[in-house]
């Protein structure tokens, strides 16, 4: 069993910035693998935002290139999500989600999220 713990959202300006994080912990011993940021706006379905890999690769919505950077501390299983520029249509309530390993199987967690409200 693994638990996710997000920190960081709020309310922030439009060209505003903050910086989510998702902690990751458990009784087992784990593997972190794939990590994902996603978020889900009001009357929208859930999208993923971006990812980043247990190499290190990442990816990004379209939507948020260039504003938002995700990264992880391996050493604290722990990722971020820098988002600068803030748009008003990045309003949603953001949930990490881990692929992690244990004994040999994968399995998937998700954080119980996080609002960001952004006022035009």
């Known amino acids: 069993q693994v638990q996710l713990v997000e920190s960081g959202g709020g309310s922030v300006q439009a060209g505003g910035s903050l910086r989510l994080s998702c902690a990751a912990s458990g009784r087992s011993t784990f593997s972190i693998k794939d990590i994902g940021w996603y978020r889900q706006g009001l009357g929208y379905q859930r999208e993923l935002v971006a990812g980043i890999s247990s190499d290190g690769s990442t990816k990004y919505a379209d939507s948020v290139k260039g504003r938002f950077t995700i990264s992880r501390d391996k050493a604290e299983n722990t990722v971020h999500l820098q988002m600068n520029s803030l748009k008003p249509e990045d309003t949603a309530v953001y949930y990490c989600?881990?692929?992690?390993?244990?004994?040999?199987?994968?399995?998937?967690?998700w954080g119980q999220g996080t609002q960001v409200t952004v006022s035009s």
């Open positions: 989600k881990h692929i992690v390993e244990i004994t040999g199987l994968h399995y998937q967690y």
